[in-house]
């Protein structure tokens, strides 16, 4: 909210701005807690469009909240329209600098296509946990290929590289293997147990060992 010429301006006309407001189109309310941010410089500005303000009415003791008029459907429409291009265009740039970087790649440190691919799945995977750009993984690659290094042991180097991630499920993977292998474990004992068992509680068998002779 900005402040019309004559509002929070300490003088004989003072009008103060009020603390709490009410949204005229929401019924939500809002509150002061920033203060007044006066203009850099002083002085005073145009109002931007699309802004409330305070409005120094006369016979008011204090600032009359205004509020711009809610947004047409076209409006509405149009600003989702724009969000969405710009969308559509971030992710072509995207993909755009990817294919960039797998072209350098193929055409400096001479991976196929198929390197190239698995190279760049490991890095945006690198990119995501290290919080850094997929550009700055790649040019370390490619750092390290314009250093002398061997294209192929840095790209065997760079896809033996796990992350915490990777150490992760490595981790959850060794721990569901030995969960299973504990279940068998204690059903082959239990099939034991109760086959000793059965072997002792069932009757005794009597050997016939055919007529005697005398």
Known sequence: MYLEKGIEEFGANHKPSPFTI???YCGGMAMDV???QKVPGGGYVPLPDG??????????DC?????????????????VGKAIEIIIADEIDGL???REMEFAMEAIAGYSETET??????????AEWRTCSLEEIIGEIMSAVAGGESPE??????????????RKEDRARRRAAG?????????QKERERAQRRQKRMRPRRREYRGPDIV
């Not at 691919?117 to 690198?126: D, F, G, L, N, S």
Request: glycine share 8%.
């Open 22 to 24: 009410t949204c005229p």
């Open 34 to 36: 920033s203060g007044i």
């Open 51 to 60: 802004y409330g303000y305070f409005a120094n009415v006369e016979g008011r």
């Open 63 to 79: 600032g009359v909240p205004t509020f711009p008029p809610p947004p047409t459907v076209a409006e509405k429409a149009a600003a």
């Open 96 to 98: 755009l600098r990817e």
């Open 117 to 126: 691919q698995e190279i760049m799945k490991k890095a945006r995977a690198m």
């Open 153 to 166: 042991k840095v790209k065997g180097e760079f896809l033996q590289l796990k992350t915490a991630w990777d």
């Open 179 to 187: 969960r299973a292998d504990a279940v068998r474990f204690s059903r």
